[in-house]
């Protein structure tokens, strides 16, 4: 590849920005999800631009990598066509999400994915500590009343200003501190259960609750029995849980009906969400490169918190497809390279984004920075079991 800047002096300056960057840029996005910020329009646009400002210059440094020769034509072809798709689905829905993730899979192509996914636990645990202190001092702000089973319960934002979010990034940091060890000893599982207790505690969230247990409960039986059977069946269940995840909602939303004793009862299970969904697919429909938001979404009845079917109706069929396959192929190659805790996050993102948010969006699942080395590691695999054939 035509290298435009030939010198190599800038490349450790721009290498340890990036982590710096992608520092702020998380504890920005958190932050900006406080109840105190949220309080204040000002204040909000203000963490926004803390998110913004970080951003624009990691993608600069994507630029300096691509201007140092470090991207081969293939990457380059295809970084430009999905590129396009997206452009396009930004075109009509005005929303960064999956180009951020493009970017931010590219720009941490030739940095230390170990010491991202460290700069990723320390941004967010030390806002989610700062969250918790603003709920402190301001105890009543983000708190929810909400009736289930016929009794009325306080959920507490600890903080945010939504009850959920608190523990949604507990799972997040959950994830990324097995990411981060690639293992995880029992006393550590106990003490993030407790914690996970704690947190359903006061937030009365369920989905995250037992999306740690699951995933703890997982990554240790799979990490401890060294069984090629039991690792094979979790490789597929995970390599194909995005598909099945994404066509498995579509199909329940768009053909649920309340006389349907099945999607009746999972739609209870899950607060309601199979009939929101159905209520914005049959009025909203979905579109090749997406649409413009419609402001009907602003209606409660048509509220989507899939993050799944966020992808499909809002930012369009290409977009989701393109986003369900690169999930799917992850799979296939850390399964392939034994990347166990990447598998173990890439399956919790699937069913997390199914009925809830984060699926792709690197602020709640910070595994996609692995895609490049994980990537080069089983081409690199690949070509040397070829030399090995060849030899033999």
Not at 81 to 110: E, P, T
Not at 253 to 271: E, G, K, M, Q, T
Not at 322 to 350: D, E, G
Request: hydrophobic share 55%; aromatic share 18%; charged share 15%.
């Amino acid at each position: 590849m035509f290298k435009m800047i030939k010198t190599n002096k800038y490349d450790k300056l721009v290498n340890d920005l990036i982590y710096y960057l992608y520092f702020i840029f998380q504890f920005a996005f958190v932050i900006s999800g406080t109840a105190i910020v949220r309080l204040s329009q000002s204040t909000y646009r203000f963490s926004t631009l803390f998110m913004i400002v970080p951003f624009a210059l990691l993608a600069i440094c994507d630029f300096y990598f691509l201007l140092r020769g470090m991207f081969t034509k293939t990457e380059i072809i295809i970084y430009a066509i999905v590129g396009i798709v997206f452009l396009l689905s930004f075109y009509n829905y005005r929303n960064v999400m999956v180009l951020a993730n493009l970017i931010v899979i590219s720009v941490f192509k030739n940095t230390d994915g170990k010491r991202a996914i460290k700069c990723y636990l320390l941004a967010t645990i030390t806002a989610f500590i700062v969250s918790l202190i603003l709920g402190l001092i301001f105890p009543n702000i983000g708190n929810v009343i909400q009736i289930r089973g016929g009794v009325e319960k306080e959920r507490l934002g600890l903080g945010f200003f939504y009850a959920s979010l608190g523990q949604f990034y507990y799972l997040s940091i959950v994830l990324a501190y097995i990411l981060y060890r690639e293992k995880i000893k029992i006393y550590e599982s106990i003490v993030f259960i407790v914690l996970d207790f704690a947190l359903f505690r006061f937030t009365d969230t369920r989905a995250p609750f037992f999306y740690v247990i699951l995933a703890l409960v997982i990554f240790l039986l799979v990490d401890r029995f060294k069984n090629t059977i039991l690792y094979n069946v979790f490789g597929f269940i995970t390599i194909v849980s995005p598909l099945v995840a994404c066509i498995g909602m579509t199909l329940m939303s768009w053909f649920y009906n309340p006389d349907n004793s099945v999607l009746a009862n999972i739609n209870r299970i899950v607060n309601g969400r199979l009939h929101l969904t159905h209520n914005s697919l049959m009025e909203f429909g979905i579109k090749l490169f997406g649409q413009t938001q419609p402001k009907a979404l602003g209606d409660p009845k048509y509220y989507l918190d899939s993050s799944l079917m966020v992808l499909l109706i809002l930012f369009g069929l290409a977009v989701t497809v393109i986003c369900v396959c690169f999930m799917s192929y992850f799979a296939y190659i850390s399964y392939k390279t034994k990347r166990l805790a990447i598998l173990l996050s890439i399956l919790i993102i699937s069913l997390r984004g199914t009925f809830d948010l984060g699926f792709m969006a690197m602020q709640f699942s910070p595994v996609v920075i692995f895609f490049m080395p994980v990537f080069f590691e089983y081409h690199k695999s690949c070509k040397n079991q070829l030399i090995f054939d060849s030899n033999h």
